[in-house]
């Protein structure tokens, strides 16, 4: 079994910062891609990062330029400093990562529990 514990939400203010962290634990062979999801209130969740074992990263548009994702792969853990913190970015953000526990198996996804951000204006 593969858990993600996330950490780091919080309340604060337009322009303010917040780095979110997760950390993978369990009977892991390999974790692939890792990345941040939101949720916002009545909304889908969405991607907002994602970065691969060797290091790429994506974003979406609406945060480039002001989060950024990166990892530690002897740590399993990933991590989203975000930056430029606006009202909209308030949303409930997931870990998520793409595991593999048996080689000779496919990976899978596994999801952490949710991390509340709110930006008041």
């Known amino acids: 079994q593969v858990q993600l514990v996330e950490s780091g939400g919080g309340l604060v203010q337009a322009g303010g910062s917040l780095r979110l962290s997760c950390a993978a634990s369990?009977?892991?062979?390999?974790?692939?891609?890792m990345g941040w999801y939101r949720q916002a209130p009545g909304k889908k969740r969405e991607l907002v990062a994602a970065?691969?074992?060797?290091?790429?990263?994506n974003y979406a548009d609406s945060v480039k330029g002001r989060f950024t994702i990166s990892r530690d792969n002897a740590k399993r853990t990933v991590s989203l400093q975000m930056n430029s913190l606006k009202p909209e970015d308030t949303a409930v953000y997931y870990c998520?990562?793409?595991?593999?526990?048996?080689?000779?198996?496919?990976?899978?996804?596994?999801w952490g529990q949710g991390t509340l951000v709110t930006v008041t204006s």
């Open positions: 998520n990562c793409k595991a593999v526990t048996i080689p000779t198996l496919p990976q899978f996804e596994v």
């Open positions: 970065i691969t074992g060797g290091g790429s990263a």
């Open positions: 369990g009977d892991i062979f390999r974790i692939n891609a």
